[in-house]
């Protein structure tokens, strides 16, 4: 039992260059996320996947788009990438339930030059 | 508009103390509270939570209050050990009456470094 793994850890772009960042749970979660965390500022919701076949925008989607490609998967690309979105990246699964409790991945951690 | 805010961001205590860590909260219409802790390189781990409906919620050595009429709660470590040193995020989920977007998904705390020193 795996629980939330994220793949790659470590990724360097170039501005403009794209990526897709990979998330698999084996907890069969319906609810997948993906946040960033930069400095002082928590972590901000990019956009969430309450079920399979649905995805909606978060706090920030702006250059981002994602792929909730099966129950268990939920990928976040970026199209054109730029030093903003020098950042890590977490996912995340949840039951929607009780205290919604999300379970995190081990991030990426982000560097476009 | 911050909806959960942790006004320190570090704290420092020594050993077998008590931490006590903040959290203030604008919207009344969450249904729970969390808190996570996060060490460095890694994904924020779950340590306890408390429904709104209720005032104080104890696991071991963490406990959590709760108090809605100033929409503040706080996390209690007793004792502090040093294996406690890391980023402590509070955050806070959407309950049905949230509604629409807001239902289900958690706003998170911008974190607090706490820091036991032997």
């Known amino acids: 039992n795996a629980g939330v793994t994220q793949t790659p850890k470590f990724q360097v772009l170039k501005t403009g260059q794209s990526m897709t960042l990979q998330c698999a749970q084996d907890?069969?979660?319906?609810?997948m996320y993906w946040y960033r965390q930069d400095p002082g500022m928590g972590l901000r919701l990019i956009y969430y996947?309450?079920?399979?076949?649905?995805?909606d925008k978060g706090e920030v989607p702006n250059g981002y788009n994602v792929s909730r490609l099966n129950k268990r998967e939920f990928s976040l690309r970026l199209e054109s990438a730029a030093p903003s979105q020098t950042s890590v990246y977490f996912c995340?699964?949840?039951?929607?339930?009780?205290?919604?409790?999300?379970?995190f991945g081990p991030g990426t951690r982000l560097l476009v030059l | 508009d911050q909806q959960v805010k942790q006004n320190s961001p570090s704290l420092s205590v020594q050993e077998g103390r008590i931490s006590i860590l903040n959290c203030d909260y604008t919207n009344s219409m969450f249904d729970y509270f969390l808190w996570y802790k996060k060490y460095p390189a890694e994904g924020p781990t779950f340590l306890i939570s408390?429904?709104?409906?209720?005032d104080k919620n104890e696991d071991g050595r963490f406990t959590v209050f709760l108090n809605k009429s100033a929409k503040h709660l706080s996390l209690h470590i007793v004792p502090s050990q040093p294996g406690d040193s890391a980023v402590y995020f509070c955050a806070a989920k959407g309950g049905a009456r949230a509604g629409g977007t807001s239902y289900g998904k958690l706003t998170f705390g911008q974190g607090t470094i706490l820091t036991v020193h032997p």
């Open positions: 995340a699964s949840s039951e929607t339930s009780g205290a919604g409790t999300q379970y």
């Open positions: 408390i429904s709104s409906i209720k």
């Open positions: 996947s309450a079920s399979e076949g649905t995805t």
């Open positions: 907890m069969n979660h319906n609810s």
